[in-house]
Protein backbone atom coordinates (compact mmCIF):
# COMPACT_ATOMS: atom_id res chain seq x y z
CA UNK A 1 0.00 0.00 0.00
CA UNK A 2 1.52 3.88 -1.09
CA UNK A 3 1.94 5.91 1.80
CA UNK A 4 2.82 9.31 1.69
CA UNK A 5 3.48 10.71 5.33
CA UNK A 6 4.23 14.39 5.29
CA UNK A 7 5.73 16.10 8.62
CA UNK A 8 7.22 19.33 9.05
CA UNK A 9 3.98 21.83 10.06
CA UNK A 10 3.97 24.16 12.72
CA UNK A 11 2.78 27.45 13.80
CA UNK A 12 5.57 29.92 12.30
CA UNK A 13 5.21 34.08 12.76
CA UNK A 14 5.68 35.79 9.48
CA UNK A 15 9.02 36.09 7.96
CA UNK A 16 10.30 32.79 9.61
CA UNK A 17 11.32 29.46 8.16
CA UNK A 18 9.73 25.67 7.97
CA UNK A 19 11.05 22.93 5.97
CA UNK A 20 8.44 19.79 4.94
CA UNK A 21 9.23 16.45 4.59
CA UNK A 22 7.11 13.72 2.84
CA UNK A 23 8.18 10.12 3.11
CA UNK A 24 7.11 7.55 0.41
CA UNK A 25 6.29 4.40 0.77
CA UNK A 26 6.26 3.94 -3.31
CA UNK A 27 8.40 1.02 -4.77
CA UNK A 28 10.32 2.93 -7.49
CA UNK A 29 10.03 6.74 -5.92
CA UNK A 30 12.93 7.72 -8.22
CA UNK A 31 10.55 7.37 -11.34
CA UNK A 32 7.62 9.53 -9.91
CA UNK A 33 7.79 13.23 -10.11
CA UNK A 34 6.96 14.61 -6.50
CA UNK A 35 4.50 17.71 -5.94
CA UNK A 36 3.21 19.79 -2.78
CA UNK A 37 0.11 21.34 -3.22
CA UNK A 38 -2.08 23.51 -0.51
CA UNK A 39 -5.30 24.29 0.32
CA UNK A 40 -6.04 27.02 2.94
CA UNK A 41 -9.78 27.69 4.91
CA UNK A 42 -12.48 27.89 2.01
CA UNK A 43 -10.31 27.76 -0.64
CA UNK A 44 -9.67 25.57 -3.62
CA UNK A 45 -6.24 23.52 -3.96
CA UNK A 46 -3.76 24.58 -5.52
CA UNK A 47 -0.09 24.13 -6.99
CA UNK A 48 2.62 25.11 -4.76
CA UNK A 49 5.79 23.45 -6.12
CA UNK A 50 7.04 20.28 -7.84
CA UNK A 51 10.33 18.13 -8.86
CA UNK A 52 10.67 15.92 -11.88
CA UNK A 53 12.02 12.13 -10.65
CA UNK A 54 15.74 12.96 -11.25
CA UNK A 55 15.47 16.68 -9.28
CA UNK A 56 16.99 18.12 -12.78
CA UNK A 57 13.80 20.34 -13.16
CA UNK A 58 11.69 22.06 -10.56
CA UNK A 59 8.65 24.05 -10.62
CA UNK A 60 6.92 26.92 -8.91
CA UNK A 61 3.82 29.17 -8.27
CA UNK A 62 4.45 32.50 -9.02
CA UNK A 63 3.09 32.89 -5.04
CA UNK A 64 6.12 31.34 -3.69
CA UNK A 65 8.71 31.59 -6.21
CA UNK A 66 11.88 32.68 -4.56
CA UNK A 67 10.99 31.82 -1.34
CA UNK A 68 10.25 27.98 -1.41
CA UNK A 69 12.50 25.82 -2.74
CA UNK A 70 11.61 21.84 -3.66
CA UNK A 71 14.15 19.00 -3.35
CA UNK A 72 13.97 15.31 -3.21
CA UNK A 73 16.62 12.46 -1.82
CA UNK A 74 16.28 9.63 -3.90
CA UNK A 75 17.92 7.01 -1.40
CA UNK A 76 15.60 8.68 1.28
CA UNK A 77 12.35 8.21 -0.37
CA UNK A 78 11.74 11.56 0.65
CA UNK A 79 10.81 14.80 -0.85
CA UNK A 80 11.31 18.10 1.11
CA UNK A 81 9.78 21.98 0.58
CA UNK A 82 12.09 24.44 2.15
CA UNK A 83 9.91 27.48 3.06
CA UNK A 84 11.31 31.07 3.89
CA UNK A 85 9.64 34.43 4.45
CA UNK A 86 6.70 32.91 5.37
CA UNK A 87 3.16 34.90 4.82
CA UNK A 88 0.34 35.17 6.44
CA UNK A 89 -1.50 34.05 3.06
CA UNK A 90 1.17 30.85 3.26
CA UNK A 91 -1.07 29.47 6.54
CA UNK A 92 -2.54 26.42 4.67
CA UNK A 93 -2.23 22.22 4.61
CA UNK A 94 0.34 21.02 2.72
CA UNK A 95 -0.17 18.33 1.10
CA UNK A 96 2.55 16.09 -1.15
CA UNK A 97 1.95 14.18 -3.94
CA UNK A 98 3.67 11.59 -6.79
CA UNK A 99 2.54 10.96 -10.19
CA UNK A 100 4.54 9.04 -12.80
CA UNK A 101 4.40 9.53 -16.39
CA UNK A 102 4.51 13.56 -16.22
CA UNK A 103 5.99 13.72 -20.34
CA UNK A 104 4.89 17.83 -19.94
CA UNK A 105 5.78 20.81 -18.12
CA UNK A 106 2.22 21.50 -18.04
CA UNK A 107 1.47 18.34 -16.02
CA UNK A 108 3.85 19.28 -12.82
CA UNK A 109 1.19 21.76 -11.71
CA UNK A 110 -1.69 19.68 -12.60
CA UNK A 111 -3.14 17.94 -10.21
CA UNK A 112 -4.87 15.44 -11.62
CA UNK A 113 -2.05 14.13 -13.07
CA UNK A 114 -0.70 12.58 -9.41
CA UNK A 115 -0.99 9.17 -8.84
CA UNK A 116 -1.13 8.90 -4.76
CA UNK A 117 -1.46 11.86 -1.88
CA UNK A 118 -0.42 12.49 1.31
CA UNK A 119 -2.91 13.09 4.12
CA UNK A 120 -1.42 16.87 4.36
CA UNK A 121 0.50 18.76 7.36
CA UNK A 122 -1.03 22.02 9.03
CA UNK A 123 1.15 25.70 8.13
CA UNK A 124 0.04 28.31 10.41
CA UNK A 125 1.59 31.78 9.59
CA UNK A 126 1.05 34.39 12.36
CA UNK A 127 1.04 37.83 11.60
Known amino acids: QVQLVESGGGLVQAGGSLRLSCAASLRSFSAYAMGWFRQAPGKEREFVASISWSGGSTYYADSVKGRFTISRDNAKNTVYLRMNSLKPEDTAVYSC????????????????????WGQGTQVTVSS
Open 97 to 116: AAGRGLSSSNYYSTQAKYDY
